[in-house]
């Protein structure tokens, strides 16, 4: 059941929410984000996620800053920007709305 | 046996066996067509190499250092396709590595429209839009239309002011290449898109990138920050004009807009006064020459004055740097301001022009019955 496609839908429509949550927390790596997301119902992949992620910061939802790795080329280390975080919480708080608006409609 | 090569991802430099190539080449083809229309396209491609590159040196060491097929199949499989918010025409959804994934044909010519072509336009860019619908030189059909307007005694110069209007203007990239009859998705054109927003948007977004990192490490950055900028990733860097390009731009700007808006009240006057009076201000034309060709004369003239004044407005457009776009509109509104001031004063200080207008104000039904009557006089007289 959850394979079908709407349920794809609201997952990824949910994703770009779950990045901002993420990153909010740390300056992430997209391996970290990636295995956060692992295991979840959110698991998701590199091949969507770089595009996904260069979309926010073209939007300067966030923001990155290369820094050096233990083995090979430096990597992209992703920080929420301010206009990021002020659409975290809109989003926080839509996502709570939303919730109440199930709840009540199921009394 | 099977063949290796060697493969760079991204500086990292890795062995492969050949199916192993092939299929890492499909998988990043098959990527850069999904992101075709994504500003970031490069970048994205630099990440995915990257990260492919981190997944393959994890595969090996330990008495390993070939990449097999087996593990770049694994790899592209955990990097997953590539997916954009909007489903690329043509992508097949949800279809594992790129293993197998074709692309669809593309098409080969586009749909073909006439259009008025503004680049490189000498009047209106008439004959520059049929030059590039029937795919010739634009000299050639220059040519041609003036030995037509000879030979037709200036009436095809009439057709051309018809199709400067009528005929709409090539102003995207995708009309722009409906005017050459190209294919919208051609490679060429993808590229000369993506030249063009990295020219435009990227610049700006940069150029405040940039200041505000500027500010950053003025206050409270140590020396080692490294750049976030990425040169293989960008490469449509624009010289950042200096401030003093700027302040000259800015006092250039006004000038040309006082002259050129002076160009246009005296041509507009003269237009005017030579519908209204047979003669410009006064100077009657020679015997024998038609009013309308007198206007044709007066738009040529015009636009060979005005064309050296516009180069110089757009250059110094370009001095502005990235911040242009309020310049620009306020240069406009100058200009407009400049025309209806100095329209106002020909209207009341040339003799005969007032009434002019006012008698076209008044009935300007009557105009095409008026210009009748001319061209009927005209003829008798002839």
Redesign the interface.
């Known amino acids: 059941m959850a394979s079908d496609v709407k349920f794809l839908a609201i997952r990824k429509g949910l994703l770009e929410f779950l990045l901002l949550k993420i990153v909010s927390a740390d300056k992430v790596y997209?391996?970290d984000i990636l295995g956060r997301l692992e295991g979840t119902e959110f698991a998701?992949?590199?091949?969507?996620l770089?595009?996904?992620l260069?979309?926010m910061?073209?939007e300067s939802l966030v923001?990155?800053?290369?820094?050096e790795s233990e083995?090979?080329?430096?990597?992209?280390y992703y920080r929420l920007t301010a206009k990021g975080r002020a659409q975290l919480a809109e989003l926080n708080d839509y996502w709570r709305h939303i919730n109440r608006t199930i709840q009540q409609l199921e009394q | 046996m099977n063949k290796v090569t060697t493969v760079n991802l991204n500086g990292r430099v890795y062995q492969v066996e050949e199916q192993t190539h092939d299929l890492l080449r499909a998988y990043l083809d098959e990527a850069a067509r999904m992101l075709t229309d994504d500003p970031d396209c490069r970048e994205i491609l630099v990440d995915l190499e990257q990260a492919i590159g981190d997944k393959g040196a994890r595969c090996l060491g330990a008495g390993r250092d070939v990449l097999g097929e087996a593990d770049m199949k694994r790899i592209l499989a955990e990097m997953g396709p590539v997916e954009t918010g909007e489903p690329a025409a043509g992508a097949a959804p949800g279809a594992g590595a790129a293993a197998g994934a074709g692309s669809p044909p593309r098409e080969t010519s586009g749909p073909k429209r006439l259009y008025l072509v503004k680049e490189g336009e000498m009047i209106a860019g008439v004959c520059n839009g049929l030059a590039a619908y029937f795919g010739v030189d634009p000299t050639i059909v220059r040519l041609i239309f003036v030995a037509l307007l000879v030979l037709s005694s200036g009436l095809f110069g009439i057709a051309y002011l018809v199709m400067m209007f009528v005929v709409p203007t090539a102003k995207t990239a995708e009309e722009r290449a409906a005017a050459r009859g190209l294919p919208f998705n051609a490679q060429e054109l993808v590229e000369q898109a993506k030249r063009h927003y990295a020219d435009v948007k990227d610049s700006t977004q940069r150029w405040r990138d940039r200041r505000r990192r500027a500010k950053e490490r003025a206050f409270w950055r140590p020396k080692e920050q490294r750049s976030y900028e990425e040169p293989q990733s960008r490469p449509f860097e624009r010289p950042q004009p200096g401030y003093g390009a700027r302040i000259a731009a800015g006092i250039v700007l006004p000038l040309l807009g006082v002259i050129s808006a002076a160009l246009t009240v005296a041509c507009l006057v003269a237009g005017a006064s030579l519908l209204a009076t047979v003669g410009i201000l006064g100077w009657n034309l020679p015997p024998g020459v038609p009013p309308w060709v007198a206007i044709l004369a007066l738009v040529a003239v015009f636009a060979l004055i005005n064309a050296p004044l516009r180069a110089v407005r757009y250059a110094t457009y370009e001095a502005l740097g990235p911040r242009r776009g309020w310049f620009v509109f306020w240069d406009g509104v100058l200009w407009l301001a400049l025309v209806i001031v100095a329209g106002w004063i020909a209207m009341h200080h040339v003799p005969g022009l007032g009434e002019f207008i006012q008698h076209l104000f008044h009935d300007w039904r009557a105009i095409p019955y008026e210009f009748a009557r001319m061209a009927a006089q005209r003829l008798a007289g002839a």
């Open positions: 997209v391996a998701t992949q590199e091949g969507t770089y595009p996904l260069s979309k910061r073209r923001d990155y800053e290369w820094r083995a090979g080329p430096p990597r992209k």
